[in-house]
């Protein structure tokens, strides 16, 4: 697509084509935007890449580029409200099935990038997916992100792309094809949830991700939610964080209500100390 943006004082019109996705900086300084830019390669094929560009709008001047190429995109796009610092994840492909994910910041002061939270300074268990929410605290000090277990991610972002096949004698009798692609819901009378409720919230639960906070002054990653407190709400308070579990109570739901262990948890360390239990 193209995007215009008109000066309304002096009238100047700014006008970038191949335009993925756009963030303005709220300061109205920075202004950054994918761009989708495609290349004929020897073989006369279309290769399409992506750039990251940040420009500055008062001098009208390109300051930095992130150079993507065919196997780099950047997602999440995500300025602060104070400090013109932009957060977003770079996705890199390895191979077929193999990508790795990178948190990045740049920083519009000092005009420089950043690479806080690389995949390997993360633990093995788990990974920053690309689809997530990424949220700065209103001073800028705190970046707030989802990370997902590997296992987790392999298991839900797995698709498998059927294969058409030609109806045969042969085929028709095959017993292995018609094996394949059957469906069967299992339930036991011990699952937390009932099945029409598993299924309900199937595709919410695909999508969660567990929090955890980058500190710009000090360079810390500290993870806070995690499978035994899967749900915590993020606020402007600058030292702790609320968690939420429903872990013990998730069977009651069927036939008495919503109950939670309630956690205080400390945005410097992420260690979580419990202030409620069974909390409607």
């Not at 495609?38 to 001047?61: F, P």
């Not at 692609?181 to 949830?193: E, G, L, Q, T």
């Not at 639960?205 to 955890?212: E, M, S, V």
Request: aromatic share 10%.
């Amino acid at each position: 697509s193209i995007l215009q943006i008109r000066h309304l004082s002096s009238g100047k019109v700014l006008r970038i084509e191949q335009v993925k996705v756009h963030v303005l900086d709220p300061s109205s300084r920075y202004l950054a935007y994918v761009q989708s830019v495609t290349d004929l390669t020897t073989n006369s094929k279309k290769k399409a890449r992506e750039i990251l560009i940040i420009q500055d709008l008062n001098h009208q001047k390109i300051i930095k580029q992130f150079k993507g190429g065919s196997s780099k995109t950047f997602h999440n796009l995500c300025w602060s409200a104070k400090g013109s610092r932009l957060a977003f994840i770079q996705r890199t492909s390895k191979g077929k099935d193999s990508t790795e994910n990178s948190l990045m910041i740049f920083d519009g002061m000092k005009q420089k990038a950043i690479r806080p939270a690389h995949i390997k300074q993360i633990s093995a268990e788990w990974m920053l997916p690309t689809e997530n929410q990424l949220q700065w605290s209103k001073n800028g000090e705190r970046l707030f992100f989802g990370l997902k277990p590997v296992e987790e991610y392999c298991f839900t972002s797995g698709k498998k792309k059927k294969k058409s096949v030609r109806l045969t004698r042969k085929t028709l009798y095959d017993l292995g094809r018609l094996r394949e692609n059957r469906k069967v819901d299992v339930w036991h009378w011990n699952d937390p949830f009932i099945n029409p409720h598993q299924k309900k919230n199937w595709k919410k639960l695909k999508k969660q991700t567990y929090l955890a906070v980058y500190h710009f002054k000090s360079k810390r990653l500290i993870q806070l939610g995690n499978h035994e407190i899967p749900k915590v709400i993020r606020n402007e308070n600058p030292q702790f964080a609320l968690g939420f579990s429903n872990l013990p109570y998730r069977k009651e739901l069927t036939w008495d209500g919503r109950y939670n262990d309630v956690y205080l948890i400390p945005l410097k360390s992420g260690k979580p100390k419990k202030i409620l239990t069974r909390s409607r």
